[in-house]
């Protein structure tokens, strides 16, 4: 006991000097050095002993400010942090989500646990055994899980700021304008819909009722993706020429919503061509004024009695970049794009995934060619999209991807399956690029 009390006592002061002097709980070092939790003020090392150390940390006052800890990596090594600034859970957006199936439950109700901004407070879904089991799993409360024919009370409900929409593509203007009508602000899934005038019903739904409407761009949120964006608009590598891209999976399951015309809205082109789409256009920050387009489907094969297999396409930019993109249903999974420069090309592998995301560029410096990883850190590309609609809602912002930006892709998409079905290039007036969007997204 003796000795146990001599191995606490610091130079100056015991452990149950400590104790009393600060009411805190005590941790003992290997060193037997005494760190107090929670005790001293920030920048500071323990003051009352030369030996009881704390590390340093700048603690500014509120919770948006991070804590700023002590650095002990060299430049080196690639540094760590900030610190999150999460908001205190009763200052957070809340959020209903509305379609319980693969994304909602694999990624988008999973990312609401380490969004900072955003909380998961109700759910909407046509299967009551299934709800039940998701709001015991993320502790919702019993009366805010919904039924759709139930869905319009949303509007009494006091704990629900924003609807996110993850139902099938065709179900997506329905339940936006019956949850802007509830006066809830709108997340929604991409494709934003099945037609352009769908789009712009939804957009003037939420204009009237005065709500936000944003579509779930991931990949515009997303850092290897942005980071690519910054260096061809930086023209780092000279001026873009040529974009190819691709977006390719497999799928087994006729019976699938994917692969109905009423609910889907089509095959390949805007389930998962829809990032080549929108990525160029996000990439070069210009819209496309011409298209030319192939679609095919391998007869017989009960997949495609509805939808198309295989999309391949053209655009051409006002700057004079081209972009050559496909997607495929019907082959092994493959999503890279990669931008030719005249001086570099820039490539991602993965880059529409949910996660891996690999950047890598090549140039030429003398008699070498030089190729780098460009290597982030990884983020939830779900909770950083989410807690981006969450800002825009805090602090009365325009969203980075409105509902106008859901809309220029349909128009696109109307353009490339009206090439595809005439044989030839179909002209498209370009938006003028960009007017509608709300300031970038903080980063992540
Ligand atoms: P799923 O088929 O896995 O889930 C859709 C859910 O919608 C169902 O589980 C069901 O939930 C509900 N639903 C309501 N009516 C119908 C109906 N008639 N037929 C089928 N389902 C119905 O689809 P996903 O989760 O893969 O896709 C949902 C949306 O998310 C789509 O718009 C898709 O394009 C988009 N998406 C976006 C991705 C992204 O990375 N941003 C990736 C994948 C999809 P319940 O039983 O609870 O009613």
Redesign the pocket.
Same mark, same amino acid.
């Given at each position: 006991m003796e000795n146990e009390e001599s191995a606490m006592k610091t130079e100056n002061i015991s452990r149950k000097d400590f104790l009393s002097l600060t009411g805190k709980t005590v941790a003992v070092s290997a060193a037997g050095t005494l760190a107090v939790g929670g005790l001293l003020p920030g920048n500071v090392w323990a003051q009352s002993t030369k030996k009881t150390m704390l590390p340093p940390a700048s603690i500014p006052p509120g919770t948006s400010d991070p804590i700023v800890l002590e650095v002990w990596k060299s430049d080196v090594d690639q540094q760590s942090g900030p610190t999150p600034t999460p908001l205190p859970p009763d200052q957070r957006v809340r959020y209903a989500v509305v379609?319980?199936?693969?994304? +909602?439950l694999e990624e988008i109700i999973p990312a609401m646990v380490t969004c900072k901004k955003s909380k998961l407070t109700a759910l909407v879904?046509?299967?009551p055994d299934?709800?039940k089991k998701v709001a015991a799993q993320y502790g919702i409360k019993a009366e805010n899980c919904y039924s759709y024919q139930t869905y319009d009370q949303l509007k009494n409900n006091k704990e629900v700021d924003v609807i996110y929409i993850?139902?099938?593509?065709a179900?997506?203007k329905e339940y936006v304008i019956r949850g802007a009508k509830a006066g809830k602000h709108i997340l929604c899934?991409?494709?934003m819909a099945i037609s352009s005038k769908e789009c712009e019903e939804m957009i003037a739904a939420c204009k009237a009722a005065q709500v936000k409407l944003m579509v +779930?761009y991931?990949i515009q949120y997303e850092p290897h993706n942005r980071k690519l964006r910054e260096l061809v608009q930086q023209k780092t590598f000279g001026s873009p020429k040529f974009i190819e891209a691709s977006n390719s999976q497999s799928s087994a399951n006729p019976a699938?919503?994917r692969h109905k015309l009423a609910?889907a809205g089509g095959g390949s082109l805007p389930?998962i061509g829809l990032y080549c789409l929108n990525t160029a256009r996000f990439v070069l920050g210009e819209e496309p004024t011409e298209v030319f387009a192939y679609t095919y489907s391998t007869p017989g094969n009960p997949l495609f009695t509805e939808v198309e297999e295989l999309v391949s396409w053209q655009m051409k930019f006002p700057g004079g970049v081209i972009a050559s993109c496909s997607a495929d249903y019907n082959v092994h999974e493959s999503r890279h794009y990669r931008v030719l420069c005249e001086k570099g090309w820039l490539n991602v592998d993965k880059a529409f995934g949910y996660k891996g995301q690999k950047l890598m560029s090549a140039r030429a410096e003398g008699k070498i060619e030089r190729q780098e990883d460009i290597s982030l850190a990884e983020t939830d590309q779900f909770a950083t999209e989410i807690d981006h609609f969450s800002d825009c809602i805090l602090h009365n912002k325009r969203p980075f991807t409105p509902g106008e930006e859901g809309l220029q892709d349909h128009r696109l998409m109307e353009a490339i399956y009206q090439s595809a079905r005439e044989g030839k290039p179909v002209k498209v007036t370009p938006a003028v690029s960009g007017a509608y969007r709300g300031p970038e997204p903080e980063a992540g």
């Open positions: 379609g319980l199936g693969h994304l +909602a879904s046509g299967s299934k709800m993850v139902l099938p593509n179900l997506h899934e991409k494709p +779930a991931r699938h919503w609910l389930d």
